[in-house]
């Protein structure tokens, strides 16, 4: 009887001492804004080619009647 109650007081002890343990032992991560902006420099050359369709009518009527 006495060595029930020994044993049982020792796994309980265990139990707890590990409980104990993973509770301390739990990683935190805070995740935060930071508080100056954040500046992004980019230097781009853009070179673009554009292509302007028209239509028929369209250009029947700049002909006819120039703009300058």
């Known amino acids: 009887?006495?060595?029930t109650l020994t044993r049982t007081g020792g796994l309980l002890a265990v139990i707890m001492a590990v409980g104990m343990s993973l509770a301390a032992c739990s990683p935190t991560v805070k995740v935060?804004?930071?508080k100056e902006p954040i500046t992004i420099n980019l230097n781009i050359?853009?070179?673009a080619d554009v292509?302007?369709?028209l239509e028929q009518q369209a250009k029947e009527d700049i002909a006819s009647k120039p703009i300058f």
């Open 1 to 3: 009887m006495d060595q």
């Open 32 to 34: 935060q804004a930071p």
């Open 45 to 47: 050359k853009l070179d």
């Open 51 to 53: 292509r302007v369709k």
